[in-house]
T-cell receptor
Framework: AQSVAQPEDQVNVAEGNPLTVKCTYS??????LFWYVQYPNRGLQFLLK????DNLVKGSYGFEAEFNKSQTSFHLKKPSALVSDSALYFC????????????WGAGTKLIIKP | DAGVIQSPRHEVTEMGQEVTLRCKPI?????LFWYRQTMMRGLELLIY????????DSGMPEDRFSAKMPNASFSTLKIQPSEPRDSAVYFC?????????????FGSGTQLSVL
């Protein structure tokens, strides 16, 4: 079965430190890959996506993600965390020929401490 | 554009009552999705429409749930009768499939509490 795994329920980082939120996927072919962020009491907001091309994708709010095909990973990163980055982060993939049916990870709660 | 608009933002109702959630997608988008989010099950796709036609409703939990999209600018998700276990946040999302830079836009959600 096709799936997306976010192995950490919660990630704690001190403000100013680099952060990584992990995502791995099990999908055949070449999927589209996404990261979304959800702030409290809000809907999900698009951060970035990988379709093709450069493996390092830059997105909103200083976030970036690196696509690694051999490891089937798409980890989200930021060089210097802000307290305002604290939120719930979702990784999602669209398998090829899936009619845009996203497969979502369970989400990772990111807590940035001052 | 105002984005995807959902109403109401909050709904509190009693078990057995009918609940109707509403969604206005972004103008020009041709696909619409209804999701449910709970702590236990995370984000679940309930149903999605392409060009106002339901394509996959396999995520709809029971016959008590129904969704319609009478035109390109409006969709409803109805629960009748409602039960406490339906309490969740319900999100609507839309996208224009086929555009080069397509991405899913979400509404702010409806927080449903069934007592």
């Amino acid at each position: 079965a096709q799936s997306v795994a976010q192995p950490e329920d919660q990630v704690n980082v001190a403000e100013g430190n680099p952060l990584t939120v992990k995502c791995t996927y099990s999908v055949s072919g070449n999927p589209y890959l996404f990261w979304y962020v959800q702030y409290p009491n809000r809907g999900l907001q698009f951060l970035l996506k990988y379709i093709t091309g450069d493996n390092l994708v830059k997105g909103s709010y200083g976030f970036e993600a690196e696509f690694n095909k051999s490891q089937t990973s798409f980890h989200l990163k930021k060089p210097s965390a802000l307290v305002s980055d604290s939120a719930l982060y979702f990784c999602a993939v669209i398998p090829p020929d899936s009619n845009y049916q996203l497969i979502w990870g369970a989400g990772t709660k990111l807590i940035i401490k001052p | 554009d105002a984005g995807v608009i959902q109403s109401p933002r909050h709904e509190v109702t009693e078990m057995g009552q009918e609940v109707t959630l509403r969604c206005k997608p972004i103008s020009g988008h041709n696909s619409l999705f209804w999701y449910r989010q709970t702590m236990m099950r995370g984000l679940e796709l309930l149903i999605y429409f392409n060009n106002n036609v339901p394509i996959d409703d396999s995520g709809m939990p029971e016959d008590r749930f129904s969704a319609k999209m009478p035109n390109a600018s409006f969709s409803t998700l109805k629960i009748q009768p409602s039960e406490p276990r339906d309490s969740a946040v319900y999100f609507c999302a839309s996208i224009h499939k086929g555009k080069a830079n397509e991405k899913l836009f979400f509404g702010s959600g409806t927080q449903l509490s069934v007592l």
